[in-house]
């Protein structure tokens, strides 16, 4: 069983920034790609950036130039830095995680941290 766990949400003014992370922890065999989702009320859940093991990284258009997704293997945490936020940001963030035994993989998701963007 994986856990994650995010942390730094917050209300932030627009043209601010928040710096989000999420750390897996349990029994870890191997985690391929990490990345983040959000959701804002009465929209779908939206894949916001994503990062394999290996640093490659992709984004959606419109964050484009203001978010940075990073990881830290050996900590098993995965990082979102939020610049120039806009109150279309406004979202619950959602962490995942592709974990893989070797044998199988399964999609393990954080809680979800609220971001608010509002003067």
């Known amino acids: 069983q994986v856990q994650l766990v995010e942390s730094g949400g917050g209300l932030v003014q627009p043209g601010g920034s928040l710096r989000l992370s999420c750390v897996a922890s349990?029994?870890?065999?191997?985690?391929?790609?990490m990345g983040w989702y959000r959701q804002a009320p009465g929209k779908q859940r939206e894949l916001v950036a994503t990062?394999?093991?290996?640093?490659?990284?992709n984004y959606v258009d419109s964050v484009k130039g203001r978010f940075t997704i990073s990881r830290d293997n050996a900590k098993n945490t995965v990082y979102l830095q939020m610049n120039s936020l806009k109150p279309e940001d406004t979202a619950v963030y959602y962490c995942?995680?592709?974990?893989?035994?070797?044998?199988?993989?399964?999609?393990?998701w954080g809680q979800g941290t609220q971001v608010s963007v509002s003067s």
């Open positions: 995942y995680a592709d974990h893989d035994t070797g044998w199988t993989h399964f999609l393990y």
């Open positions: 349990g029994r870890i065999f191997s985690i391929n790609d």
């Open positions: 990062i394999t093991g290996g640093g490659s990284t």
